[in-house]
């Protein structure tokens, strides 16, 4: 059973740019988490989905960033217009219900 | 806004010696789980605790959640070298479905 995919691992974009950050998660998981950390902090709660509907997006800035998880393929974070302070290591996880989550290795983004 | 501390942050120790660290909240969990995470890597699932008072054992690892379940503690005995990385705890609040994690605890055993 393969684990949670995150693609791209690296990914670089200039100002202005769109990011697309993909996550598949571990067969038979339905529900999908996103994370950014930031160098030398936690994990810092984004977005929770389930399959086709956003659970909680609190953790989401209101504007660039938005997430699905459709009912076919990954689900995708994506930040439109990258500022330099999007650079982080932005993290998926997934889990088969309401338990514990699997980690993904992560996408790390550098806006230069 | 539900926080989660950790402490201490930093720690850095023999091979050999024994160690805890603590996180903490003011508020109840549903469950908590500790993870370990290496430089460029995701976090690891260890453990995932759930009753008051739990105790649960990997190796050298003691977990124990507390009573309340507001506050979990991650014990190592013997400490090695590849036990270097950062530990988080995440908590799962009752009815949010999502898990908060702590600041960390950013260990260093040197041999």
């Known amino acids: 059973n393969a684990g949670v995919m995150q693609n791209p691992r690296h990914l670089v974009r200039r100002r202005g740019q769109e990011a697309r950050l993909r996550c598949s998660p571990m067969?038979?998981?339905?529900?999908v988490y996103w994370y950014r950390q930031l160098p030398e902090e936690g994990l810092k709660f984004m977005v929770y989905l389930q399959k086709e509907n956003i659970i909680d997006e609190s953790g989401m800035p209101k504007e660039r960033f938005s997430a699905e998880f459709p009912k076919e393929g990954p689900s995708i974070l994506r930040i439109q217009q990258v500022v330099r302070g999007d650079s982080a290591a932005y993290f998926c996880?997934?889990?088969?219900?309401?338990?514990?989550?699997?980690f993904g290795q992560g996408t790390r983004l550098t806006v230069v | 806004t539900q926080l989660l501390e950790q402490s201490p942050q930093f720690l850095s120790i023999q091979e050999g010696e024994n160690l805890t660290v603590y996180c903490n909240s003011s508020?109840?969990?549903?469950?908590l789980q500790w993870y370990r995470q290496e430089p460029g890597e995701g976090p690891v699932l260890l453990v995932t605790v759930v009753t008051g008072g739990e105790v649960k054992k990997l190796k050298r690892l003691t977990f124990q959640f507390g009573d309340a379940r507001k506050d979990s503690s991650l014990h190592i005995t013997a400490a090695q070298p590849g036990d270097t990385g950062l530990y988080l705890c995440?908590?799962?609040?009752?009815?949010?479905?999502?898990?908060?994690f702590g600041t960390g605890t950013r260990l260093k055993v040197l041999a």
């Open positions: 067969k038979g998981h339905s529900h």
């Open positions: 996880a997934s889990s088969p219900q309401y338990t514990e989550a699997f």
């Open positions: 995440a908590g799962e609040y009752s009815g949010t479905y999502k898990y908060i």
């Open positions: 508020s109840v969990f549903s469950s």
